[in-house]
């Protein structure tokens, strides 16, 4: 057959994940948390389906999950998106994305992309003929040169994504880094894609900077979140994007053909749990014990880090132990010392090896302990 993706290997969280389960391991590779989503939400759910409220919803989703999100962005960022065309629900971030790209990238359109990244981007870029433009950041503190950026914008760019916080980094982008990306999406046609899943995990007092509180680039954003990442509940699929009426209006002819709706009873749950905003804003301090926990418990080994400062991922770096890559060695960690984590060569340009490993600490603090009770074994 004449493949629209040949040779893309399966992805690495189906593999770890796989190994994960083949070898009784603690699974710290794929990111999604081993507790259990709030029982509030649960009944919430359960009574939306008992209500019956088990039909289509609205194409563009429930709406007034759509006005409780277009008040939380207010809230948040103090911007304004109207609920009736500027915002969609979304079979989760990764449905968001395929839409976002799908409705605006060509046959040799050039799309920036930084990585390491999550993904999606780069397949779906490939599917509608798009061409991927690579800029690798690097360890340990992963920051943009926006002068290289500028160097890589040509006359067929047609869009650059971003990911802040940063799977599988967990830097951040600062308010510089907005500004440095405004400035150069001035007066140019370029859309951005800005895949803010992880906006309620961040550190240390370090700040959100969502693209919708620049105006010159929500202008030009698609702002893409993630309930399942937020609320604990990765297997239910449900996110959103807002974007000015002009983008969603294109965004929504994938969606409407690709999906057409989300389910009812979950956007209906969401819409009365998302009004209380002690259900998220919790989130910073809770994830950032959790890292901290983590990183108390490997002070003793022999990895080296900076600390995460976004996303419930921390990177170690391990070439103090090993000089395997990065590869070899996660696989080794599942078989012998039961541990699945994240090789990171697999999201940079070229594989680059930077003897970096990917730890999900969205776990119960008992993993988190058991987990670090091994890695400070190995040497
Ligand atoms: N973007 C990033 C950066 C991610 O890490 C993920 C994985 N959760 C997604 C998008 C996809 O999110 P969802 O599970 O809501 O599809
Ligand atoms: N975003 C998750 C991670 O980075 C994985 C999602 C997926 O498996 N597609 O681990």
């Known amino acids: 057959i004449n493949s629209k993706l040949p040779n893309l290997p399966e992805s690495i969280f189906t593999t770890m994940s796989g190994l994960a389960n083949k070898h009784n391991a603690i699974n710290l590779s794929q990111g999604f948390p081993n507790f259990e989503t709030s029982t509030i939400l649960q009944h919430l759910v359960s009574q939306a389906m008992s209500n019956g409220h088990n039909q289509y919803a609205h194409m563009r989703g429930d709406i007034e999950l759509r006005e409780v999100i277009a008040q939380k962005i207010e809230n948040l960022y103090q911007t304004n998106y109207n609920p009736q065309n500027e915002i969609t629900i979304t079979a989760g971030a990764t449905e968001a994305l395929f839409n976002a790209i799908t409705c605006f990238v060509n046959k040799n359109d050039e799309v920036i992309i930084f990585k390491p990244a999550f993904d999606s981007y780069e397949p779906v870029v490939k599917l509608n003929g798009g061409l991927p433009v690579l800029i690798q950041l690097n360890y340990p503190d992963y920051k943009v040169n926006w002068q290289e950026v500028a160097s890589k914008i040509t006359s067929k760019t047609k869009m650059i994504i971003l990911n ?26 370029i859309i951005v894609i800005s895949d803010e899943v ?71 749950a969401f819409a009365t749990f998302v009004k209380d905003e002690s259900n998220y804003s919790y989130l910073n301090q809770f994830y950032q014990n959790k890292r901290d926990l983590f990183l108390e418990g490997i002070k003793n080994s022999n990895f080296t880090y900076v600390p995460s400062k976004g996303t419930y991922f921390q990177l170690l770096k391990y070439d103090k132990i090993t000089q395997e890559n990065d590869v070899d ?26 003897k970096v490993l990917r730890f999900c600490f969205a776990k119960t603090d008992e993993t988190i302990i058991k987990a670090t009770e091994i890695l400070c074994k190995i040497n």
């Open 164 to 189: 802040t916080p940063l799977n599988p980094t967990g830097t951040l982008f600062t308010n510089n880094d907005m500004m440095a990306l405004q400035y150069l999406i001035t007066n140019t046609n």
């Open 329 to 354: 060695f996660a696989k080794r960690l599942v078989k012998e010392f039961k541990i699945a984590t994240i090789p990171v060569s697999v999201f940079n340009v070229d594989n680059l090896d930077e």
């Open 198 to 268: 992880y906006e309620h995990m961040t550190y240390d007092g370090h700040p959100h900077q969502s693209a919708c509180k620049y105006p010159i680039l929500k202008a030009q954003s698609f702002v893409i979140a993630s309930f399942g990442k937020t609320f604990h509940n990765t297997g239910w699929k449900i996110g959103y994007c807002a974007a000015p009426k002009y983008l969603m209006d294109e965004f929504i002819k994938v969606h409407e053909f690709n999906i057409y709706s989300i389910n009812t009873p979950t956007q209906k």
